[in-house]
């Protein structure tokens, strides 16, 4: 299979809701996305915004186990909790299914003490992570995983992809409110993957894009070892829309383009 191209571009998408700061200057990522996704992993959580991204997608995260879903954070059972209380069941959810008894003990130790009650969730959840931390002596699996879980360790993929579609298919963006979570564990490893849609800059005069489509980052770990599994991270494009007012010619370039680089690994 032909290699896609992997270059530098000169800006970086906007974080969605404005929460995360984006870099001011972008490095060149080129071909060491994958090592710089886990360079960015393996940093310590008080260096990550895990708790600012969890605590606002917590109810567009799906957790399955071996294939059944066991938390879904889009069902009407959250609709009317605060994120302290949804964070809190995913973090309960994965750990239980992790069998990560330090934190389970964590939970109910201190979360509701440390992070329910009022406030800024994102520094609470914060202060809680350090402390667990400090209190089990190093980063239980659970917390390794939530590592993955932010905007962060997917910029370098996300220049990746741009640099290999936009030079044929134009400049696209986040689509508001696209960004998914799903963590699919099973008895050897976990596969956290992102989801995106994005759509075209350029719009037709009444404001619909010319294009959407969708693309995904998945990240295996091994949370017991504290590793994430660099070589096998991938990018998948998909569920491509050309708007109905974009012309054909156009149109077959941009779904050839992909199409030829529907998985950059």
Aim: with cysteine; net charge neutral; glycine share 6%.
């Amino acid at each position: 299979k032909k290699k896609a191209r992997m270059g530098c571009m000169a800006s970086a998408p906007k974080a969605e809701g404005g929460s995360t700061p984006t870099p001011s200057v972008i490095p060149d990522f080129g071909t060491r996305w994958k090592g710089d996704i886990a360079d960015i992993c393996s940093r310590p959580m008080e260096r990550l915004p895990t708790h600012i991204d969890v605590p606002r997608l917590c109810k567009k995260i799906v957790v399955s186990r071996e294939g059944k879903v066991v938390f879904d954070g889009k069902s009407d059972k959250y609709n009317d909790q605060n994120n302290a209380d949804v964070t809190k069941a995913l973090l309960s959810t994965v750990a239980k299914v992790l069998d990560d008894k330090g934190l389970e003990g964590q939970i109910q130790a201190t979360y509701d003490k440390l992070v329910v009650n009022g406030g800024d969730v994102g520094s609470k959840l914060a202060a809680w992570f350090t402390d667990t931390i400090q209190t089990l002596g190093s980063e239980p699996p659970t917390l390794v995983l939530f590592k993955t879980v932010h905007q962060q360790c997917i910029f370098p993929a996300f220049y990746c992809m741009r640099n290999v579609l936009e030079p044929t298919i134009g400049k696209f963006k986040d689509k508001r409110g696209s960004w998914q979570v799903a963590i699919d564990i099973t008895d050897s490893f976990v596969t956290v993957t992102h989801t995106k849609r994005q759509q075209s800059q350029g719009a037709a005069p009444d404001g619909t894009s010319d294009f959407e489509f969708d693309w995904s980052l998945a990240i295996p770990i091994n949370p017991s070892e504290r590793k994430l599994d660099q070589e096998n991270l991938m990018i998948t494009l998909s569920n491509l829309e050309p708007a109905s007012h974009l012309e054909k010619d156009k149109a077959k370039v941009i779904a050839t383009c992909l199409e030829e680089n529907k998985t950059i690994s």
